[in-house]
C-alpha cells in the first residue's frame, strides 16, 4: 500500500482559524448601519452620474474651461517628460509677462482626456446654445446628455481627440499674444534662440491641431464656437490690434479728405449757433429800442 500523503496546512488548522458563525443574540445587539451617503452634496449641480466620481469632477472643470476661454488652442503632446512640461510652462509665462502682465498668469496649458473633452464639446455646442443657462439645468444634467448625443460624429474637433491631447487657454482673443505663443510652441522654422534646453526638447514633441474660437460667457453668447485649423489660427495671428487699426482708418480719412469732410459737418453746428445767436441779438436790439421787431427791420 502507497504511503498516504500528508494533508495541507490549511485543512489541518485549528477550528479558531475558521470564521465563526455569528449568532442571533450577536446580531441583535450589533451597532446599527451607518446611513448611506448622499449621491451629490446639496450645493454641487445635477449631474447624470454620481457627482462624487473622478469623471463627474472633470467634466465640469473641462466645461468650465471652455466656457471660460474666448480662445482654446488645441495640439498633441508625445511623451513629455515632466521637467520638460515645467520648462516649456515658464518660458511661456516669461514670455507673456514680457509683453502683458496681465494676461499672463491667465494663459495656461491643460492635460485633457480625449473622449471625456469630446464628450465637454458636445456640451459646449449644442446645450449651451440651446439654453444658454435660462432653465437652470447645469451641463452634467440628464437632459444635457440626452440632448447631445446626436452630436457625437457631427463635432469638426472630433477626429482630432483621439491621442495624448492638451489644450492651451487663452482670456482674450489677442493677435500679439496669439502670435508669440505660435512662435515659441509651434514654429514653422526653428526655435527661438536662448531657450531652456528642456523646453527646446518638449517643443520637438508637439503638433498643433486647431483652435477652437468662441463667446465669452460674461457676454453671454456661449455655444457659437467656431473651429480654426493651423493655417487660420495663423492668419489670426498676423491681424492688428483694434487701436491699431483704429488709429490707421483715423490717418485715412484724415489723408484721404476725411478731415475736410469732419470739418464740413462741424461747420453745419456752427453756422446754426451763429444764425441763432444773429436772431437773438437783433431780438434784444428791437426790445431795448421799444419798437416791434417788424418795424426795427422796415427802417
Known amino acids: 500500500m502507497p504511503p498516504r500523503l500528508p494533508l495541507p496546512a490549511l485543512l489541518r488548522a485549528p477550528s479558531t482559524l475558521l470564521p465563526r ?79 502683458d502682465a496681465a494676461s499672463a498668469p491667465l494663459t495656461t496649458i491643460n492635460l485633457v482626456r480625449p473622449a471625456l473633452f469630446s464628450s465637454v464639446l458636445r456640451v459646449a455646442e449644442g446645450f449651451d446654445k440651446e439654453h444658454r443657462f435660462d432653465n437652470g439645468l447645469a451641463g452634467t444634467s440628464k437632459e444635457a446628455y440626452k440632448s447631445t448625443l446626436h452630436l457625437k ?29 505660435l512662435e515659441l510652441m509651434f514654429p514653422e522654422k526653428r526655435s527661438k534662440k536662448g531657450l531652456d534646453p528642456l523646453a527646446l526638447s518638449g517643443l520637438q514633441k508637439l503638433v498643433l491641431l486647431g483652435a477652437r474660437v ?44 476725411g478731415g475736410e469732410l469732419v470739418r464740413s459737418l462741424g461747420s453745419v453746428g456752427l453756422t446754426l449757433t451763429r444764425t441763432v445767436d444773429g436772431r437773438r441779438k437783433m ?14 427791420k422796415a427802417e
Do not use: C
Open 21 to 99: 458563525v455569528r449568532t442571533y443574540a450577536s446580531i441583535a445587539h450589533a451597532p446599527a448601519a451607518a446611513p448611506p451617503i448622499a449621491r451629490r452634496a446639496a450645493t454641487q449641480p445635477e449631474s447624470h452620474k454620481a457627482a462624487s466620481t473622478r469623471k463627474t469632477q472633470l467634466h465640469r472643470t473641462y466645461l468650465s474651461l471652455i466656457r471660460s476661454s474666448p480662445l482654446l488652442i488645441i495640439f498633441q503632446h508625445n511623451n513629455l517628460r515632466a521637467v520638460e512640461w515645467s520648462a516649456l510652462r515658464r518660458e511661456l509665462k516669461n514670455a507673456l509677462t514680457k509683453l
Open 153 to 181: 460624429e457631427t463635432l469638426d474637433l472630433h477626429p482630432l481627440l483621439t491621442a495624448n491631447v492638451a489644450t492651451l487657454s487663452m482670456p482674450v482673443v489677442a493677435p500679439a499674444q496669439l502670435k508669440l505663443i
Open 214 to 257: 468662441d463667446g465669452h460667457v460674461a457676454g453671454g453668447r456661449i455655444g457659437e464656437g467656431r473651429v480654426l485649423d493651423g493655417d487660420q489660427l495663423r492668419a489670426l495671428s498676423q491681424l492688428k490690434s483694434v487701436e491699431e487699426m483704429r488709429g490707421e482708418l483715423a490717418a485715412i480719412l484724415q489723408s484721404v479728405g
Open 283 to 296: 431780438l434784444e436790439e428791437g426790445a431795448s429800442d421799444g419798437k416791434p421787431v417788424e418795424e426795427t
